[in-house]
């Protein structure tokens, strides 16, 4: 089986994703610049309201993206149509994986990128980046794991299982942290210290969604055809 | 000779089905029929031949290409549409053609306007809006104007109404002009296939049951009705596929036609009433209703 | 151009770009020179502006803060009709890699390069500047307490570029979710229902913040700058098609600017009789009403007055005009620190004003002709 990458085609075909992404992704946007605007108008109400809307936006685009791209793809049989062209099962992962991680690690960098201005920027110490940097690398692995389960596995049952109890996850997550001495003394001051078990479980949260990437990579690109 | 596709010894197994020991050619600029009831494995066989499932063992080389390590290659120049393809509902067929147009530097834009125009489709409406008479012209738009020198067509007519049939098998006709085009489109319809087709092939339970030229098929089989007490070894004749009463009558179908026949019926006590030749779909039941017996 | 005729038809969408467009691009981004220029004699902004000077006059809040509620307008007017020109040009992967080359690149380069060079001029004039103003004073106070508190990071007067991504963004999510066609099958846009609607539609973003409106300097989008700019915004996409708007209501000019100037007077005094306590308030209605007035028919009657005697090529219009996003880039470290120097020197509010504002440009402009128009940072900032 050739393992030359077919790239222009990739292109294409992520491209061909991000359009029929473009109506979700376009309410995300509207969704996180009003969330955005929220969290500008620096009042307390508003700021619950902003960074809520901006946690909603986060797994509806991590969810919408999976879906839209994968499951509706297999549901809605585009996938024979897509096969058709000239692809290979592997340009295909490519595509998928590629153009899912576009989409969702634009707004995710971005949310990111705000949730640190508004730590450095405001009378919060700054000690929480920690705390963001671990909920962001929470939810960083929880679309790993839906967007591996949803290259590999066609039921629609699993995959919202993986979706919702990844997310789901995240408040034993946070009552882990919550227990850590080390973490906590952390989050209450205002010098960025990284404790070593933080270090530890980002670590682990990197280890874990590169696994899941490179296992959905591994396991379709090797299949000579998907029928 | 130069081949369209060659299947040698190819065998595919899913847990409800399986396509067993298939070997078949479809020689250049042929069109051939490929008949099936529901279920008996076309649909696989054309999916074999995109590379869009790979075959448990045997060899699959199209447009000489080895499937389905060489797929990207050969795709290149396959047009493949099936009845139970869907496009992307919510985008419309001027997005679609824009698609393809982008990946098939072959693409020829006049033609998919001529097409458009024939078919009467709008460019501009959204695939989720269109009949299943529209969608499949869509599909075979799309497929058509990417200028393929195989065409897969999986049930092209299937479900169409008695106008949309006669359009897309106009343009296929048309299509089939081309003296280096190869077709293999598959129908449990025997009246398309008999009206397109240069050669023919029988399908039922994953096996190849007859595949041979239309004409051939036409001249060998003749369906003879007699009178008289058949003879216990009339079964044993090699030619003949099929007995039955039919009132006072006796009805013999036979394959590998010879003009001593009746000669030899009438040794045999029986006498000849009527000679006729058969159609392709009685031919068809007659083949499926025998296994396959050769 | 034929569809700048009066009584012409409605103009069918064009390609052809409206050189008045241009060139009231240019005097808005100019206006902003002037208007910074200006704040440092304004009794006003005497207590917050960081290069006022001792000298100040009342006729300068008369006229600054009318220019303020018209240029940015303006300039987002503008600024949607060529976002919709270079869409039906070079539809939205084209848009998209202008903005990058054109907005974000320069945005993200200039960004460091002011606020180091705004920050160098203000630290050499809290060292050297003997008649400091009362800000400098204020920063150098606050500077002495023994844990300062740090400001928050603000996209300075580039805050034009960062809306202008938004906007663009907005226009992407109209275009994706199909609301303009809809919007265009229910709504019929009359030149008596723009006029009419327009202040209407702006009135909640003065609404929505202090009176004379800040600048939206935040990193996070404000609202009322959105409410404020967007719907400049979207009609400066809607004239692309619909020029004819602008020339029916060209009878209007004269009528409206009076209006404009009505209202902007019941502005003023509006600002006279306010208690100090109201200034970190926002607006009451009214004041934010008569702000959307002028602000409206000021935009509309400089867009109908830059078509009619700003439309002809010209070619000194034409070097202002491309000059000018460079120049505006630019202005503001080389005005502050020229107005640092300034403040030492006791000199007349206007003869003070003219050096600041003319040494400016007359730098802005040099440095364009020398690092810019021959080079490849024209296709970036020219």
Known sequence: MTRELNWPVIRLLMIKDWQLFQKQLAAHLLGGIVALAFLGMAKPWAFYIGSLLLIILLVAVACFAVSTSLLVERKEQTLAFVMSLPVSPLDFTVAKLAGNLLTFLVPFLVMALFTAIIIFSTPLPDGLVVLAALVFGHVLVAYCISLAVAMQVESEGWNLFAMIGSMVLINPFLMLIGQMDSVQSVLRGNAVIWPAPALAILGAQALIGLACLAFALWSNGRKPAFY | ?294 | MSHLDPGAAPAAPSDARIPAFDHLRALAMLAGVLFHAALAYSPMMHGFWPTAYRAQSPWIDAIVWCLHLVRMPLFFVVAGYFTAWLIVRRGWGGLLRQRLRRILVPMLVAWPLVHLATSASTEWALDHVVHPSPFLSMVKAWLAMPDPPGMPPSTGHLWFLYYLLLFTALAWVVHALDWARGFARTVRITPTRLALILPVLVAPGFFLTTAPHPAPESLFPQFWALALYGPFFALGALLLDRVDLLLSLRRWLWPGLLACVLAYVGFLVQLDQREVADWARTAPWSTALLQALVAAWGTLAALIAGLRWFNRPRAWMTYLARSSYWTYLLHLPVLFALQYVLLDHALSWPLALLLSCGLTLAICLLSYELLVRRTRLRDWVG
């Open chain 2, 1 to 294: 000779m130069t081949a369209a596709f060659v299947l040698q010894g190819v065998s595919k197994h899913y847990p409800q089905f399986s396509l067993s020991d298939f070997s078949l050619t479809l020689p250049e600029g042929q069109i051939m029929g490929l008949v099936g009831v529901n279920g008996a494995g076309k649909s696989t066989l054309l999916r074999l031949l995109t590379g869009l499932a790979a075959p448990s063992s045997g060899d699959i080389e199209v447009l000489g290409h080895r499937l389905p390590e060489a797929q990207v290659a050969a795709k290149r120049k396959i047009g493949f549409a099936a009845e139970d393809m869907r496009l992307y509902r919510g985008q419309t067929l001027a997005w679609h053609i824009e698609l393809v147009r982008r990946i098939y530097p072959e693409w020829d834009s006049a033609y998919a306007a001529s097409l458009l125009r024939r078919f009467d489709l709008r460019a501009d409406q959204s695939v989720g809006g269109f009949s299943h008479g529209q969608r499949v012209k869509a599909l075979l738009l799309l497929c058509l104007a990417r200028r393929p020198q195989l065409l897969l067509l999986d049930e092209p007519t299937t479900g169409l109404d008695p106008v949309a049939r006669a359009e897309v098998l106009e343009s296929l006709a048309e299509v089939l002009r081309d003296e280096h085009r190869s077709v293999l489109f598959s129908s449990h319809n025997t009246h398309d296939v008999e009206q397109l087709s240069d050669s023919i092939s029988f399908m039922h339970q994953g096996r190849l049951l007859a595949s041979a030229d239309k004409e051939r098929f036409l001249d060998e089989w003749r369906r003879v009705l007699c009178v008289g007490d058949v003879p216990d070894a009339l079964d044993a004749w090699p030619e003949l596929v099929q007995r039955r009463a039919a009132g006072s009558q006796i009805e013999l179908k036979f394959r590998r036609w010879q003009d001593d026949l009746p000669e030899r019926l009438a040794q045999v006590g029986l006498s000849v009433q009527r000679i006729d030749p058969m159609t392709l779909e009685d031919i068809f039941v007659t083949t499926v209703r025998a296994g396959g017996r050769q």
